[in-house]
């Protein structure tokens, strides 16, 4: 298993993890197979969209704040509960073909690692199966 560190800067952000990712895959030299990317965290969570515009990322912030509010009397003392539905909603985990040695997403696809109660020092987790 390989992994990496992420420092996230804002309470919410979404971060391009495209390249820690690729670099993973050409350092193990696998080209052909599937990566895994595992975020293990309770408060984050990853999900793949578009790259070209940034409003679009941002969008989907905004979409997920109006859905879960910070506050809203939830029951999880720590004060968090929001960020904690919001990573279930994105989920934990992605898998990308690898093809050729390289990522193998849409032309207007990225990874994005979705900070969800920052800012934190986060971990990715990746596991490379060839095929
Ligand atoms: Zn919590």
Known sequence: MNNFTLHTRLHTEFVNIDNQVQEIVSASGCKEGIVHVYIPHTTAGITINENADPDVVADIETVLNRLVPWKAGYA????????????????????????????????????????????????????????
């Open 76 to 131: 999880h003392c720590e004060g968090n509960a929001a960020a904690h539905v919001k990573a279930s909603l994105m989920g934990a985990t992605a898998t990308v073909i690898i093809h050729e040695g390289r990522l193998a997403l849409g032309t207007w696809q990225s990874l994005y690692f979705c900070e969800f109660d920052g800012p934190r020092t986060r971990k990715v987790w990746i596991k490379i199966i060839p095929s």
